[in-house]
């Protein structure tokens, strides 16, 4: 027996897969180097963007929070001082018109001292974003004015803030507190449909 034919007897069909395989691979050619650092490249390239743009999100993302804590970190103490506005306020309104026209002394000097007390404050409440609404004749807005009450007047339109009950502030684009007002009724309807909205809040208040 030739010893050859006993070695082709004994190889595997899976031995026969490997050589060939192994074949195929000495023979088939070699990646083009630049195609490849080409590819890579382009890899890096898009990589390299998308970090770009994560960093310049992340950027943005901290300068606007930073902007809204400055904006914002007095909100709880402006709340408070809302207090404090709305007494001197008080003050002010308790002295009637006539009792102002024709003071004299030291009430006079009171009543003044009072005056300036509430521009001081109300300036100092701007200096940090917090500014005072004063509705009087505008248009009712629900996003910062609450209708309590609604004043029968057919010769405004509908809708229109007649009385102011009580202040309201905002520190930035954030409503402190809504100015409580009272709303026209029976004018005109307002170009904007200002005067349905104010009913419907009128009507949830009461």
Not at 41 to 48: E, F, G, I, R, V
Not at 144 to 159: D, K, R, S, T, Y
Not at 177 to 185: H, I, L, N, Q, T
């Amino acid at each position: 027996m030739n010893p050859n034919d006993t070695d082709n007897q004994n190889t595997t069909p899976q031995a026969e897969a490997t050589v060939e395989a192994g074949n195929q691979a000495a023979f088939a050619p070699e990646a083009d180097p630049i195609a490849v650092l080409e590819a890579e490249k382009a890899d890096l390239k898009d990589k390299l963007l998308r970090l770009m743009a994560d960093m310049e999100n992340l950027r943005r993302r901290t300068e606007r929070e930073v902007a809204d804590a400055r904006t914002y970190a007095v909100a709880n103490f402006a709340r408070d001082m809302l207090n404090v506005a709305d007494n001197v306020r008080r003050a002010i309104e308790s002295v009637p018109e006539d009792a102002r026209s024709t003071a004299e002394g030291a009430f006079k000097g009171l009543i003044d001292g009072i005056d300036l007390t509430e521009r001081d404050l109300l300036k100092t409440l701007e200096r940090h974003g917090v500014k005072k609404l004063d509705p009087q004749g505008q248009k009712f807005d629900p996003n910062v004015h609450q209708a309590m009450f609604e004043i029968p007047n057919a010769e405004v339109p509908n809708g229109t803030v007649l009385q102011v009950v009580q202040s309201g502030y905002v520190i930035g684009e954030r409503v402190l507190r809504p100015a409580m007002v009272g709303v026209s009724k029976g004018g005109p309807k307002a170009a904007n449909g200002a005067g349905s909205e104010a009913a419907d809040s009128s009507s949830a208040a009461s």
